[in-house]
C-alpha cells in the first residue's frame, strides 16, 4: 500500500465516523512542503454537497482520524487537511521498499488487455524523424502497463500494402540498380520512391500506372507479389536495426497486409448491416446523428458555413480498399482474436480525425465497449523552431538523427568521461546518445511540439538523461569505496537531517507516481519524477556524508543510496534506457 493510499484508506474511515456513510476521500501530494507531505480537500467537497461548514466538518474529522504510525494532519484556510508524515515512518517505508523487489509499486487492482499500437512505418521507405516519438513514447507505455500488471500486446502495424507500393513496383520494374539495392536497400527503395513520386506528380499516366501496379499487387499478380515481398523482407532488416539501437521489440507485426483477406467480407458485412452505404461509386459510413452536436461528429466538416458530409471511404470507386478498411478489421481481429479491452494508437495528431471516425464505427460493430485511445503527439522542430527538416527540404532520416545524436557525445565523453578503452567510449557515446535523445522525447508533454537540441539534451546538468544516469554512477561509486559487506536488509534507517527526510519523501512516491502516468498516458510524468529524485539524491549528497559517517548513520546513508540506485535504474529502464556502469 503506497502512503497516498493508507492515508485515503484512515481518512475515509474518519469521514464514515463522522457522517455515518462510505465517501471517497481522495489525498495528493503536496504541491508546497511547507504545508506537509500530503493534502485533501475532501472536506470541502463533502460539506459542499451537504452544505455545512467545511471546516467545522474538517475538524470533527480530524478528531475521529487515526494517523498512528504513520504523522500527523492539520487544517489550513477553510477546510483543507494537510498531512505531515512523520520521519520514522519514511525510514520504515525505505525499508519495506528495499525488500519489495516491485519498489513500493502496487499492481492495479484492474488489470486489462490492451493491445499498444506504436511505430508503425510505412515501409520500403525508411524511417524518419517523426517516427521517434510514436516509437519512445509508445514503448515506454506499453512497459509501464505492463509493470504496473496489465496484459500488453505491442503491436507494429506496419504499412506493408499502401500506395507507396505502387510506386517502388513501377519503379523497381523501369529502373532498379540490382547493386545499389544490395549495398544499402533502403536507400534504393527511397530513391525508387522519390522517383516514381515526383513523376507521379507531373505526369497523370505515370500516376495512373504506378496505381494499376497497386492492383496488381492486390489481386495477386505474381510478379507483384514477389517484388513485394522482397521489398517487405528489406526492409524489415532495416527496421529491425533501427529498433535494435533504439532497444524497442514488438510482440506482433501484424501490418495492413495481414489483413487484406478480411477487407472485402468486412465491406459486404458493412453494408448488409446497412452501417455503410454506396456514395458516386465508393462504399463510405456516414453520420447517423450520435452525437446530436455537429461540432462532435468526426462524419461532418464545416464548409462555406454549413455542416457537410465527411464520410468514412472504405472501399473507393475503383474497387481498391484503403487505410480506414484496414483499421477497420484491426481493431475487429484485436477484439476477436485477442479479447482486447483497450487499444492505444499512438500516431501523430494529424490523424486524429481518422481515429475519431474509427472510434465511432467500432462502437457501431462488434467493438462497442472497447477502450480506444488516440494517444497523440505533436512537431518535433529545429533550433529556427520550425519542424525539423534536412537542407534538402526532406524530414531528416531517423538512423541519421540517431547518428548526430551519438557523434555529439562522443565528443561530450572525450570531454568530460573517466572511461578507458576507445571501445568503453565508443559504447558509451551510443548509449548516452540515445539515451539523451530517448530521455528528451519523453521529458516533453506529448502534445506539445518541442525543440530538438542536441546541446541541451546531452547537458549533464539539466533536465537529461546524462543527469541521473550520472547520480546512479555517482551513487554507485560510494558501494565500490566501501570497504566491508554490509547486510541493508537489516538496517533500520534512521533520517534525521532534512535532507535524508526529503530523499526518502521522494523514493516513497515512486508507487503513486508510475500509475497516474496512465490517466493521460503521460509518461513526461516519469522523467519528471526521476529528475526531482535525482536531484533530491545530489542534495542528500552535498549535505549528508555517508562514508564518513558513524556507523549506524553510514548504514542507514547507504540504504538510501541503494534504494535511490534502485529506483532512478528502474524507472529509467520502463523509459528503455540503461544506465553505464561509469561515465
Ligand atoms: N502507418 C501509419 C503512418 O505511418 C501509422 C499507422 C498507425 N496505426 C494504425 N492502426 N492506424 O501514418
Redo the contacts with the bound molecule.
Keep these: 500500500m503506497t502512503l497516498i493510499q493508507d492515508l485515503e484508506s484512515r481518512l475515509a474511515a474518519a469521514f464514515h465516523s463522522v457522517l455515518g456513510e462510505s465517501v471517497t476521500a481522495p489525498v495528493v501530494a503536496a504541491t508546497d512542503l511547507r504545508f506537509g507531505d500530503y493534502q485533501s480537500n475532501a472536506a470541502m467537497a463533502l460539506a459542499k454537497q451537504r452544505k455545512t461548514n467545511p471546516r467545522a466538518l474538517a475538524e470533527q474529522v480530524i478528531a475521529a482520524l487515526d494517523l498512528s504510525g504513520l504523522g500527523t494532519a492539520d487544517i489550513a484556510g477553510p477546510g483543507f487537511i494537510n498531512f505531515r508524515i512523520s520521519p520514522e515512518t519514511f525510514a520504515a517505508r525505505a525499508k519495506a521498499q528495499l525488500a519489495d523487489p516491485r519498489l513500493g509499486v502496487p499492481l492495479t487492482g484492474q488489470p486489462k488487455t490492451i493491445v499498444v499500437?506504436f511505430s508503425?512505418?510505412?515501409v520500403a521507405k525508411p524511417m524518419h524523424i517523426g517516427?521517434i516519438r510514436s516509437t519512445i513514447i509508445g514503448a515506454a507505455l506499453a512497459s509501464i502497463a505492463r509493470f504496473l500488471g496489465h496484459r500488453v500486446i505491442t503491436d507494429n502495424?506496419?504499412?506493408d500494402w499502401g500506395t507507396q507500393f505502387g510506386m517502388v513496383t513501377w519503379a523497381w520494374k523501369q529502373c532498379l540498380d540490382e547493386e545499389a539495392l544490395l549495398a544499402n536497400p533502403l536507400q534504393e527503395l527511397l530513391r525508387l520512391y522519390r522517383h516514381a513520386s515526383d513523376l507521379s506528380k507531373a505526369d497523370d499516366a505515370v500516376r495512373e500506372a504506378c496505381r494499376q501496379e497497386l492492383v496488381k499487387l492486390q489481386q495477386g499478380d505474381e510478379e507483384n507479389f514477389e517484388i513485394w515481398q522482397r521489398c517487405i523482407e528489406l526492409s524489415r532488416a532495416g527496421l529491425d536495426k533501427i529498433y535494435d539501437r533504439l532497444d524497442v521489440s514488438f510482440d506482433h507485426w501484424l501490418g495492413e497486409s495481414s489483413y487484406d483477406a478480411a477487407l472485402a467480407p468486412l465491406v459486404d458485412r458493412l453494408l448488409a448491416e446497412g452501417l455503410a452505404r454506396e456514395s458516386d461509386g465508393a462504399v463510405c459510413i456516414f453520420s447517423n446523428g450520435d452525437p446530436a452536436d455537429p461540432a462532435k461528429d468526426p462524419f461532418l466538416t464545416r464548409k462555406d458555413g454549413e455542416w457537410t458530409d465527411f464520410p468514412m471511404i472504405v472501399r473507393k470507386s475503383d474497387g481498391a480498399f484503403n487505410?480506414s478498411t484496414t483499421?477497420i478489421a484491426?481493431v475487429e481481429f484485436r477484439r476477436k482474436e485477442w479479447n482486447a479491452d483497450a487499444a492505444w494508437?499512438v500516431?501523430?495528431h494529424r490523424?486524429s480525425q481518422?481515429f475519431q471516425q474509427l472510434f465511432a464505427v467500432a462502437g457501431r460493430l462488434d467493438c462497442a465497449g472497447m477502450d480506444l485511445r488516440h494517444i497523440s503527439f505533436g512537431t518535433i522542430l529545429g533550433t529556427d523552431g520550425k519542424p525539423l527538416k534536412t537542407r534538402a527540404g526532406d524530414l531528416p532520416q531517423l538512423d541519421d538523427v540517431l547518428d548526430e545524436a551519438v557523434a555529439a557525445a562522443t565528443t561530450a565523453v572525450a570531454e568530460r568521461s573517466r572511461v578507458e578503452t576507445d571501445q568503453e567510449r565508443a559504447d558509451l557515446a551510443e548509449l548516452i546518445g540515445i539515451s539523451a535523445v530517448k530521455f528528451t522525447e519523453l521529458a516533453h508533454h506529448r502534445l506539445s511540439d518541442y525543440v530538438f537540441d542536441l546541446e541541451k539534451m546531452l547537458a549533464l546538468h539539466g533536465d537529461t538523461a546524462p543527469y541521473i544516469q550520472n547520480s546512479v554512477v555517482r551513487c554507485r561509486s560510494i558501494f565500490r569505496k566501501l570497504d566491508e559487506e554490509v547486510d541493508l536488509a537489516s538496517v533500520n534507517p534512521l533520517l534525521a537531517e532534512d535532507a535524508e527526510i526529503h530523499l526518502a519523501r521522494y523514493l516513497a512516491r515512486y508507487g503513486e507516481v508510475l500509475p497516474t502516468i496512465l490517466d493521460d498516458h503521460r509518461p513526461n510524468l516519469l522523467t519528471a519524477y526521476l529528475l526531482e529524485l535525482a536531484r533530491a539524491y545530489h542534495s542528500f549528497f552535498e549535505a549528508c556524508p555517508v562514508l564518513k559517517a558513524e556507523i549506524p548513520v553510514r548504514n542507514s546513508r547507504l540504504v538510501l543510496c541503494e534504494l535511490t540506485i534502485r529506483v532512478l535504474v528502474h524507472g529509467l529502464g520502463l523509459l528503455g534506457i540503461r544506465c553505464p556502469e561509469r561515465m
Aim: hydrophobic fraction near 20%; charge should be negative.
Design positions: 499500437d508503425a512505418p510505412n517516427h502495424h506496419i504499412g487505410y483499421d484491426t494508437y500516431v501523430d490523424q481518422h
